[in-house]
């Protein structure tokens, strides 16, 4: 195992990568009473076009197969493995992104068997076409639930307007109904290789320990060798697809959203951290509860305790979220415009860009006390090349001329949405 300290923030990570090509990293924490697991594999909603395991030409899945596959690894022949973590006094849970697909588990008592139920279940799958279909009429319904829902389909609409090619996590009604058997087969036999992924488990157990109960367990599977996985993404253009998009639902207060579509390029590394970091920072600086953006919304009453703003980075596309109730949609898009197109003008002087910074590192502190941040921030990381536990280091050497730098070319107008939702 490789020992990793971080002095700076008193954590120690073990990290190894197994000869089946998972790689595996255990932060213990002995003062805790509870242990978080997560497997990830580097496979989301984005990656519909592929060459698979031992193919050589490209094939294209429907929309939604891997939040489909998701949902399918947890029934089993004779059996649901949501039951096998209950009866180990475990949680568990799992989730689809746009670029990965999870599976966890908390608990505070029998740790070694839950890691071996974790590993061996996502490692092990059964797709019968009975069962296949019954799913397809689970997931349908938990489509139409989020669609009757007014918050998510101001997500699910500013995303649509952002891009041209869709970023719907779960597909549609359509596009599921022909998921066939063969194509959760395929995606998991070309995606859920060990090679693509990786278990982190932070918390109260003996790291040596550990290591020898995941090593045990993965030494007695036999894997396929895995050549480099070969994915294809349409090119995404710069301008958003949609510069105004109204969706009409039951609502009693309109509802609002400004979307601003980021970085197209794919980004790794030093590139890509540096581009998360000025993004989450500046928006965070415009629009948290006394910044200057949000105060002159606050003044023209035009929000309400419902207003959000929300920002990510993925490894080759980002977005933006500003929004939430407004009795005037019209002129709170209007007026979150111009306030974004005044940034071209924004000069930060030292002791702002300090400030920001330090407020920062104060929010990651705090929220590395919750092993569930660290485990899947350091997962979500990991896929792009970054050590999370570096970020502060990171943060501190930001200059005053990259904070500057970003912002006098952060917006444009070709880059900026605009989607409301008015009662029908």
Request: charged fraction near 25%; aromatic fraction near 12%; proline fraction near 3%.
């Amino acid at each position: 195992m490789n020992k990793l300290a971080y002095d700076h923030i008193e954590e120690v990570v073990y990290k190894e990568k197994l000869p089946n090509g998972l790689t595996v990293i255990l932060l213990p924490k002995p003062e805790m009473a509870k242990t978080y697991s997560i497997f990830s594999t580097n496979y989301g909603s984005i990656d519909q076009t592929f060459v698979p395991l031992n193919g050589t030409e490209a094939i294209t899945v429907p929309e939604g197969v891997a939040h489909f596959l998701e949902h399918k690894m947890f029934e089993k022949q004779d059996r649901d493995v949501f039951a096998d973590f209950g009866k180990q006094g475990a949680s568990a849970n799992a989730y689809t992104s746009f670029t990965k697909t999870a599976y966890l588990f908390a608990a505070t008592s029998h740790i070694d068997q839950n890691v071996k139920t974790l590993l061996n279940f996502v490692q092990d799958p059964y797709f019968s076409e009975e069962s296949v279909e019954k799913e397809k009429g689970i997931i349908a319904q938990e489509i139409e639930m989020y669609n009757d829902q007014p918050d998510w389909q101001m997500i699910m609409g500013a995303l649509k307007a952002m891009f041209h090619q869709h970023l719907d996590i779960a597909g549609t009604v359509d596009s599921i109904h022909t998921i066939t058997k063969d194509d959760l087969y395929t995606c998991y036999n070309t995606f859920y290789h060990p090679e693509n992924m990786t278990l982190f488990i932070a918390g109260n157990f003996d790291t040596q320990h550990m290591m020898d109960v995941i090593k045990h367990n993965q030494a007695s599977k036999d894997f396929a060798k895995m050549d480099d996985i070969r994915r294809s993404y349409s090119k995404e253009p710069t301008e958003v697809a949609e510069k105004e998009k109204q969706i009409t639902m039951p609502v009693t207060i309109p509802k609002c959203t400004i979307g601003i579509k980021e970085v197209a390029a794919e980004l790794t590394g030093d590139d890509f951290l540096k581009q998360d970091l000025l993004q989450s920072m500046i928006v965070d600086f415009y629009f948290s509860k006394g910044g200057p953006f949000y105060q002159q919304l606050y003044d023209e009453q035009l929000i309400d305790a419902s207003f959000y703003f929300d920002t990510s980075l993925e490894k080759n596309f980002g977005y933006t979220f500003i929004g939430g109730n407004t009795s005037e949609p019209d002129r709170f898009s209007e007026k979150v415009r111009e306030l974004l197109q005044s940034t071209n003008q924004a000069v930060f002087h030292h002791e702002v860009v300090e400030r920001m910074k330090k407020k920062k590192i104060g929010q990651l502190l705090r929220a590395m006390n919750s092993l569930e941040f660290m485990a899947n921030q350091y997962i979500h990381y990991n896929t792009v090349g970054v050590d999370l536990f570096a970020i502060i280091p990171f943060i501190q050497s930001l200059k005053d001329e990259d904070f500057n730098s970003f912002v006098q070319s952060w917006i444009n107008d070709e880059r900026l949405t605009a989607v409301k939702i008015m009662n029908e």
